[in-house]
């Protein structure tokens, strides 16, 4: 049997709702918010500075194949053109 006392019951924690504050005078939605445009930002500049574009459709997937083969023909047939300084001599 507990003892009957005169002190006031204790308090109860207040709920954690959008409007608490949680750091820096900030309530728990500007924090989220805050957060949520950081992760977006670093996303959007992660994406610009890196290629990183998925082909949707096999065609696409082809295409961009087919281009790269293209490329890598193209330099390679570079590699085997003199120098200009060969190709501008004029003989004797």
């Known amino acids: 049997f507990s003892q009957a006392t005169t002190e006031p019951p204790k308090k109860k924690p207040d709920p954690v709702t959008s409007e608490t504050v949680v750091i820096w005078g900030l309530r728990l939605w500007q924090v989220v918010g805050i957060f949520a445009i950081f992760v977006l930002a670093v996303i959007i500049t992660l994406c610009c500075i890196?290629?990183?574009?998925?082909?949707?459709?096999?065609?696409?997937?082809?295409?961009?194949?087919?281009?790269?083969?293209?490329?890598?023909?193209?330099?390679?047939?570079?590699?085997?053109?003199?120098?200009?300084?060969?190709?501008?001599?004029?003989?004797?």
């Not at 459709?57 to 570079?78: C, F, G, P, S, V």
Request: proline share 9%.
């Open 50 to 92: 890196f290629k990183c574009r998925i082909p949707r459709t096999k065609k696409e997937i082809e295409a961009r194949y087919a281009q790269r083969q293209a490329a890598k023909n193209y330099a390679d047939k570079l590699e085997t053109v003199p120098p200009l300084n060969e190709l501008t001599e004029i003989p004797g």
